[in-house]
């Protein structure tokens, strides 16, 4: 039961330099989100994709790009890494329902991606 | 816009002890509440759900209920062990568009002790 598979699992970077992300969820779900959580703040939803081919911002969209271009993959790139982009990454995923909506179903989360930036 | 607040811990008990974890939220409408788990070096999992008021959602000996009037789902055990030590996280639902996406409350650290 691999689930949520993200890579890498640490990474440092240095300033201006770039990266992507990773994520690989092998339950055929339709959405699929990238969080960072940063101490005294939770979780918040950088961008998030509805669909193969789709994307849309989240609360902290700046100074992050995503791509889905297949359903079972969703990518975070990094083009310019700054000190404050140092967090903990974490992808995740759930199903549609078929209704319509599905704000109710269970999202299925990654083990992170410590990222540090220097 | 949409928050959560959630108390602070860390939270430190010893095994068998009653567990609280306080956790209010602001938003416009009907949200779905969630608490999540994480245990040390993993991912958030789902503990438990409510999707309207009244709703009392439970799962491995955990609790919360759903109070639209005090706009509060605390979460609650009865007895903790050891291996319930683990990051609690209240989060609710209520965006446009598509899919599950979470608001999430800071987090409450849980210690369980012998």
């Known amino acids: 039961n691999a689930g949520v598979t993200q890579t890498p699992k640490f990474r440092v970077l240095k300033t201006g330099q770039s990266m992507t992300l990773l994520c690989a969820q092998d339950?055929?779900?339709?959405?699929m989100y990238w969080y960072r959580q940063d101490p005294g703040m939770g979780l918040r939803l950088i961008h998030y994709?509805?669909?193969?081919?789709?994307?849309a911002k989240g609360e902290v969209p700046d100074g992050y790009n995503v791509s889905r271009l297949k359903k079972q993959n969703f990518l975070l790139g990094l083009e310019s890494a700054a000190p404050s982009q140092t967090s903990v990454y974490f992808c995740?995923?759930?199903?549609?329902?078929?209704?319509?909506?599905?704000?109710?179903?269970?999202?299925?989360f990654g083990q992170g991606t410590r990222l540090t930036v220097v | 816009g949409n928050s959560v607040t959630q108390m602070e811990g860390p939270v430190t008990l010893s095994e068998e002890a009653f567990l609280t974890i306080n956790c209010t939220y602001t938003?416009?409408?009907?949200?779905?509440l969630f608490w999540y788990v994480q245990y040390p070096g993993e991912g958030l999992q789902l503990l438990l759900k409510?999707?309207?008021?009244?709703d009392k959602g439970s799962n491995k000996g955990f609790e919360a209920t759903y109070r639209k009037e005090t706009t509060s789902f605390h979460l609650e055990k009865g007895s903790v062990q050891v291996s319930d030590s683990a990051v609690y996280f209240c989060?609710?639902?209520?965006?446009?568009?598509?899919?599950?996406?979470?608001?999430f409350g800071t987090g409450t650290q849980l210690k369980v002790e012998l």
């Open positions: 938003a416009t409408g009907y949200p779905s």
């Open positions: 409510a999707t309207k008021a009244d």
């Open positions: 989060a609710l639902n209520y965006l446009p568009g598509g899919g599950n996406k979470l608001t």
């Open positions: 994709s509805v669909g193969e081919g789709t994307t």
């Open positions: 339950m055929n779900h339709e959405y």
């Open positions: 995740a995923s759930s199903y549609s329902t078929g209704r319509g909506g599905d704000r109710d179903t269970e999202a299925f």
